[in-house]
């Protein structure tokens, strides 16, 4: 009797441990992170783009939250990657610019990306499209936690190498409008196919959304993370038959109306499952639009330059989240923020453990739930090149600091994929109120000398920190990005 009762109360224990991890397992959200390439914060429809419809977005913010002062970590493809997915400035992980397929370095396997800090909750993790963290193998996604990967290495406009690393040469004389050096598509860590044409450009959203869709019937039992990362609205711009010609806008309005489409199959997939309430959806870009190509770049919706700029034309960025039952629907958020607070808000929503080296998001979660007042970030700093402090931000007051940029100011943009030239200009110190203009037009540092040295405290904490190559300093926490040599050592 008594070996029957002790056998009786260990299976109630293991049922209860059982119902234990099965009750955690699904209390655990999935992660959806919609990550669009040079998409301007004038792109989508809650924000004003015009002659081509965005529904599928444009319902996401009506369900979720949109914010208006939201930030890439940089204004330039890998190193703005780098930020999100390891919710650091990429200067501090020796990410900068961004990667050329020649490139023999990559993220290093001593950073945690927000694949690694779910698997630690037992997440499914995929990833579609574009990476641009180092295309050899030690720097894929496989190698960074993620479980499944379909996808481009890197741009879809870089005149790529072999496979093994070796250039090819590029004749920069032609527009991307015909044939041109192959892409490698990369399914988990192996080449499968090329994209070759302007056509087989076309055929990407599609190819990633499909895989997106399939990832989520894989996993839909399981708490997952999926990270979709477009290649378009980078040029050179491709589309499907199923949008050719469907917008007013051109081209690009069709590109527009494909990616929103497959934001659409995304959202009808976790429908078809139930998942609505269980997942959250982050739909954000990586940098602002590259205005010098004219009509096959975006808008930044008055905001000043674009893409590679740390004007806030260059680096604010449309952002919609939605988390049913959590963040508030229809609601819109002012305050600061940044993809580099995702990793962070996602640990703590997760229960998961943050990496023990230093990271610089912070958890936005009271942002999420609309509570009032709430206001983790206060300071954010505009890095560009590879360590230079060109702005800091504090509340809605941005200080720009000397320095030379590219501008799309005072030359004509190109045409149907065509770039036009850049100039080039130069900044003084400068205090703007975006509160007031967000556009950056009047500088008013003479009227407010107490704020401008407020914010030059925050200056001297980034150059103690991270550095800045415009004063010489070097920076005290810096980390090194990934070497072949480093992983071929192990």
């Known amino acids: 009797m008594k070996r029957l009762w002790l056998l009786s109360l260990f299976v109630l224990v293991l049922i209860f441990i059982s119902s234990c991890k099965t009750d955690t397992r699904d209390s ?5 992170i919609i ?11 809650p924000n004003g783009a015009i002659d081509y419809n965005t529904p599928n977005i444009d319902k996401l913010a009506v369900e979720g939250m949109r914010f208006t002062n939201f930030y890439a970590a940089q204004a330039v493809c890998s ?22 397929p020649w490139a023999k370095i990559g993220i290093s396997d001593k ?3 927000i694949a690694q800090l779910l698997k630690q909750k037992g997440y499914a993790t995929g990833m579609v499209g574009k990476w641009h963290l180092g295309h050899l193998k030690p720097f894929l996604p496989l190698q ?3 479980d499944d990967y379909l996808g481009l290495p890197y741009s879809n406009d870089m005149w790529p190498v072999d496979y093994d690393g070796t250039p090819v040469t590029k004749n920069s ?33 599609t190819m990633y959304t ?24 980078h040029v050179p711009l491709g589309v499907s038959d199923k949008f050719k010609g469907k917008s007013r806008q051109g081209l690009f309005g069709d590109v527009m109306m494909e990616v929103d489409w497959s ?18 959806v982050i739909y954000t870009s990586d940098n602002g639009p590259w205005l010098n190509f004219g009509n096959h770049a975006g808008s930044t919706g008055g905001l000043r330059e674009g893409k590679g700029t740390s004007w806030e034309g260059g680096q604010r960025e449309p952002c919609i989240m939605r988390w049913p039952g959590v963040i508030p629907e229809g609601s819109i958020c002012n305050k600061l923020s940044s993809t580099i607070d995702i990793l962070p808000t996602l640990a703590a929503i997760t229960g998961a453990k943050l990496p023990d080296h230093i990271i610089d998001g912070v958890n936005i979660m009271p942002l999420l739930k609309g509570v009032p007042d709430a206001n983790p970030r206060n300071v954010f700093y505009y890095y560009y090149h590879r360590n230079s402090l060109e702005a800091v931000r504090k509340g809605h007051w941005k200080l720009v600091l000397p320095h030379k940029y590219r501008s799309y100011v005072g030359v004509l943009p190109g045409h149907d994929g065509f770039p036009g030239p850049y100039n080039t200009d130069s900044t003084g110190l400068a205090l703007y109120n975006l509160r007031r203009d967000p556009g950056e037009r009047y500088n008013v540092l003479e009227q407010h000398p107490d704020i401008v040295e407020d914010i030059m405290k925050e200056v001297e904490k980034a150059r103690k920190d991270l550095g800045d190559d415009l004063t010489g300093h070097l920076g005290e926490n810096r980390r090194q990005h990934g070497t072949i040599e480093e992983y071929e050592k192990q």
Not at 83 to 90: A, I, R, V
């Open 28 to 32: 655990l959200p999935n992660v959806v």
């Open 35 to 45: 990550f669009i390439d040079d998409q301007g914060y004038g792109d989508i429809g």
């Open 79 to 100: 190193a703005s990657r780098a930020g999100l997915l390891t919710g650091c400035y990429p200067n501090r992980i020796g990410i900068s610019g961004a990667l050329m």
């Open 111 to 113: 950073e945690m990306t």
């Open 144 to 146: 960074h936690g993620f």
């Open 173 to 205: 004389s032609k527009p991307w409008k015909s044939k041109y050096p192959p892409l490698p598509v990369i399914d988990g860590n192996k080449k499968v196919e090329e994209i070759r044409t302007l056509d087989d450009q076309g055929k990407l959203t």
């Open 210 to 233: 499909e895989r997106a869709v399939k990832f989520i019937d894989q996993h839909h039992n399981e708490p997952f993370f999926l990270y979709v990362a477009h290649s378009m609205v």
């Open 263 to 280: 934001v659409g199959k995304i959202m009808t997939t976790l429908d078809k499952y139930h998942l609505r309430d269980k997942t959250l």
